[in-house]
């Protein structure tokens, strides 16, 4: 019933852009922070951008500051990221994943979108 689907990944230039997004479906969108984690082989799944569930604050891993975006629109139930400045460290599977904020705690994940960074 609860479906995230990621879309937007493929292949770009060091120094491209990107912007990935994230359709969710079967939750109350709008009560969820969501979050874009990253994971590349050999490597601990890293989260990399997380947004409240009105929007109104955003966080993101040290790497990827200054050069990415989190943002959300709960009209359409998409969560989007927007990645500048791309350097090939940023290679990796994306996810889109949310926390239901009530117990029982109940993480969603989508099956993910590539984004390879290279010359």
């Known amino acids: 019933q609860v479906q995230l689907v990621e879309s937007g990944g493929g292949l770009v230039q060091p120094g491209g852009s990107l912007r990935l997004s994230c359709l969710a479906s079967?939750?109350?969108?709008?009560?969820?922070?969501m979050r874009w984690y990253r994971q590349s082989p050999g490597k601990e799944r890293e989260l990399v951008a997380a947004?409240?569930?009105?929007?109104?604050?955003?966080s993101y891993t040290d790497s990827v500051k200054g050069r990415f975006t989190i943002s959300r629109d709960n009209a359409k139930n998409t969560v989007l990221l927007q990645m500048n400045n791309l350097k090939p460290e940023d290679t990796a599977v994306y996810y889109c994943?949310?926390?239901?904020?009530?117990?029982?705690?109940?993480?969603?994940w989508g099956q993910g979108t590539q984004v390879t960074v290279s010359s």
């Open positions: 947004i409240s569930p009105t929007g109104s604050t955003a």
């Open positions: 994943n949310a926390v239901r904020p009530v117990v029982p705690i109940t993480q969603y």
């Open positions: 079967g939750f109350t969108f709008s009560t969820y922070p």
